[in-house]
């Protein structure tokens, strides 16, 4: 059994593909994907095929290469890139998105068998539904999301966290920022393919490309929940001095993800003038993302609040850390405006 490389190997978002016919599939990729998606959705079922799928990938790999000159990365991106041992490659889309997916799905069942999770069924549910979304694109499937299936037992629940060991928490918020990553990505290449599939007026193909991203944005929600799915003990001990100097640079935070960076200041910027006049099919659909994009938030706020209170200062300013994931919250829903009424011209 190929071990799980302890690195988390990411495209570039500006290499994510942006239309279907850019997302070339190979056999291997293919086999693994299919695979998967035919598993027993049981998590121990499901993570030995997830190694089983490693072991095939594994050939496969020598054809990725680090990237080593990047002038669109900036400092802050470089930073929380390196405080999470992630690295940034070159390669197939298809290869490498499939293999940083499984990466992190092996490691969200992974924790969440060892340790437990306070999430729902319904959370649990749809941060697994994600990743079926997730595997069927990659495959280029065109499958509704409503015809997803996942039938599971759920993990435990978390322990009492008066005994947990430092180190849990940790991992569950290194896990989690992978989860997120993960899901992230996907919903850049599922919008890019909602506007090209708007612009060639496919209305069947855009319909199920927003379907998946508001799919995507439900599980962000969920991933939120599950990364901060642990004590304030550990968070305070071990978690928060990591993000901070000496450990970290003055002033890294999540908001300089570049991944959830280019998400918002170029694909969302981009879906602008579709959410302005979008076809009448996909309007809709479109106020439902809005509404979990701000569930997404309000999932950070609750996380942050449980951490660091409602008044204590976040990373960045001296400002509330709730006062600043309230605002970012209304930016990011003004970037992209409520469909207006009226006809599509």
Same mark, same amino acid.
Request: aromatic share 10%.
């Given at each position: ?22 997302? +070339?599939?190979?056999?291997?990729? !293919? ?6 998606? &035919? ?18 990938? $594994? ?19 470089? $930073? &929380? ?64 999301? &409503? ?26 918020? =290194? ?36 379907? +998946? ?23 305070? !001990? ?30 969302? +910027?981009?879906? !602008? ?34 951490? =660091? ?21 209304? &930016? ?14």
């Amino acid at each position: 059994m190929r071990e799980i490389s302890p690195i988390f190997y990411l495209l570039q978002p500006e290499n994510l593909p942006i239309s279907r016919d850019r997302l +070339r599939c190979g056999d291997i990729v !293919q086999e693994v994907l299919s695979h998967i998606l &035919n598993l027993t959705r049981n998590e121990n079922t499901i993570l030995d095929g997830i190694h089983q799928a490693f072991s095939l990938l $594994a050939p496969s790999f020598e054809g990725i290469s680090v990237v080593k000159e990047d002038p669109l990365e900036s400092l802050e991106n470089r $930073a &929380n890139d390196e405080a999470f041992n992630i690295k940034r490659v070159n390669g197939n889309p298809s290869y490498v998105l499939t293999y940083s997916t499984l990466q992190s799905y092996a490691g969200m069942l992974e924790d969440a068998l060892d340790i437990g999770t306070s999430l729902s069924e319904v959370e649990w549910t749809k941060l697994n539904l994600a990743y079926i979304s997730i595997f069927d694109m990659l495959r280029g499937g065109i499958t509704p999301i &409503n015809s997803f299936k996942f039938s599971t037992i759920m993990p435990k629940k978390s322990r009492t966290y008066n005994n947990e060991n430092e180190r849990d928490g940790m991992r569950r918020w =290194v896990c989690g920022h992978y989860v997120f990553m993960s899901i992230v990505q996907a919903m850049i290449v599922a919008l890019n393919f909602f506007s090209s599939e708007v612009a060639n007026d496919d209305i069947q193909a855009s319909q199920l490309a927003i379907d +998946r991203a508001i799919l995507l944005m439900k599980g962000s929600e969920s991933a939120l929940k599950f990364t901060g799915d642990f004590s304030r003990r550990s968070y305070e !001990q071990s978690v928060r001095p990591s993000l901070s100097p000496p450990k970290a640079p003055r002033g890294m935070s999540g908001v300089n993800w570049r991944d959830h960076e280019y998400l918002i200041k170029k694909v969302f +910027r981009k879906l !602008q003038p579709i959410f302005l006049n979008p076809p009448l099919e996909v309007k809709a659909k479109l106020y439902d993302f809005l509404d979990a994009l701000k569930d997404a938030y309000d999932a950070h706020k609750l996380v942050c609040s449980f951490f =660091v209170g409602n008044d204590k200062p976040s990373l960045l300013s001296k400002k509330s850390a709730m006062n600043m994931l309230e605002s970012y919250k209304q &930016n990011r829903v003004a970037v992209l405006k409520k469909p207006q009424k009226g006809l599509r011209v």
